[in-house]
């Protein structure tokens, strides 16, 4: 039973280019969450989605960033004419049901470098 | 606002000592709590929760909490940690009615020294 997955695993941009991250959730589950962590810091929350939905964006940056969960394939994070200031790790979590009490299961992340 | 801070950066042990790291919360409503653990090289994965019931939560690898709600504290310990217990520790809170989403304290680095 494939975990959550997430690709590419490393990926280096230039200032002002776009960068694309996917994860693809467990078998079965619906239910996937972006988190960032930035150097010396815990993971923090981004967006919430369900297939075709976004449920909970509160964390997302205003500008430049998005997220999508289309119908067929993986959740995709998003950002345009990266900064500096976008070098983190990004972490992709699925769930089955969304739920509070729900254990959510990660991916291995994406780190991401904008030189 | 909504905070998980836990009380130490950077833990060092020696084989066969026991562990406490603490975790504080500040959120007035119910909560769901969680310790995850980072292994050098491996994904964040669930080392125990607490969602209802005895607020004495055993986990995998011997580890075990205990919620004590009047505190809004989660504490995560071990009596004796082993080598292989060398990771991050995350512990993270899930709000009633907010979809799930989990507010991460910054971690708290253990190195268990052989």
């Known amino acids: 039973n494939a975990g959550v997955m997430q690709n590419p695993r490393h990926l280096v941009r230039r200032r002002g280019q776009e960068a694309r991250l996917r994860c693809s959730p467990m078998?079965?589950?619906?239910?996937v969450y972006w988190y960032r962590q930035l150097p010396e810091e815990g993971l923090k929350f981004m967006v919430y989605?369900?297939?075709?939905?976004?449920?909970?964006e509160s964390g997302m940056p205003k500008e430049r960033f998005s997220a999508e969960f289309p119908k067929e394939g993986p959740s995709i994070l998003r950002i345009q004419q990266v900064v500096r200031g976008d070098s983190a790790a990004y972490f992709c979590?699925?769930?089955?049901?969304?739920?509070?009490?729900?254990?959510?299961?990660f991916g291995p992340g994406t780190r991401l470098t904008v030189l | 606002a909504q905070s998980v801070s836990q009380h130490n950066h950077h833990v060092i042990l020696s084989e066969a000592a026991s562990l406490e790291l603490g975790c504080n919360y500040s959120?007035?409503?119910?909560?769901?709590l969680f310790w995850y653990v980072q292994y050098p090289g491996q994904h964040l994965q669930l080392l125990l929760k607490?969602?209802?019931?005895?607020?004495l939560v055993k986990g995998i690898k011997g580890f075990e909490a205990e919620f004590i709600k009047s505190k809004f504290s989660f504490n995560l310990r071990k009596p004796s940690v082993q080598w292989s217990d060398t990771a991050e520790y995350f512990c993270?809170?899930?709000?009633?009615?907010?979809?799930?989403?989990?507010?991460f304290g910054q971690g708290t680095e253990l190195s268990v020294k052989p």
């Open positions: 979590a699925s769930s089955p049901s969304g739920q509070n009490f729900d254990t959510q299961y």
């Open positions: 078998k079965g589950h619906s239910h």
């Open positions: 989605l369900q297939k075709e939905n976004i449920i909970d």
């Open positions: 959120y007035g409503g119910t909560v769901n």
């Open positions: 607490y969602f209802s019931g005895d607020p």
């Open positions: 993270a809170v899930a709000p009633s009615g907010q979809g799930g989403k989990l507010i």
